[in-house]
């Protein structure tokens, strides 16, 4: 039972990075857009491209189902809502 324990803690707390990872990004291609941050400095240009990696394919999926609203991008806000929810049952249920 406690190898079950550790390693759905472990999964809370991937999740819980990959959350903090989603804010970040959203962030970073706000401050890229609004040009306030350079795409040419080296070390924000790795940052995007390993966050650009890590949470797109996840947002392709939802943007394949939810409708487009033109500028406006709320799939970084329904993932972290399913990700909340997934974490609410984790904890919820006693894992």
């Known amino acids: 039972m406690f190898f079950v324990d550790f390693f759905v803690y472990i999964i809370f707390q991937i999740l819980q990075f990959y959350k903090y990872a989603i804010i970040i990004y959203v962030i970073i291609s706000m401050l890229i857009s609004f040009n306030v941050i350079n795409t040419d400095n080296k070390i924000i240009s790795i940052i995007m491209d390993f966050l650009f990696r890590l949470i797109e394919p996840s947002l ?3 943007r394949k189902v939810i409708p487009n609203f033109g500028a406006i991008d709320i799939a970084p806000v329904i993932l972290i809502i399913f990700i909340e929810a997934f974490q609410y049952i984790i ?3 006693g894992f």
């Open 60 to 62: 392709r999926v939802i």
């Open 91 to 93: 904890t919820k249920y």
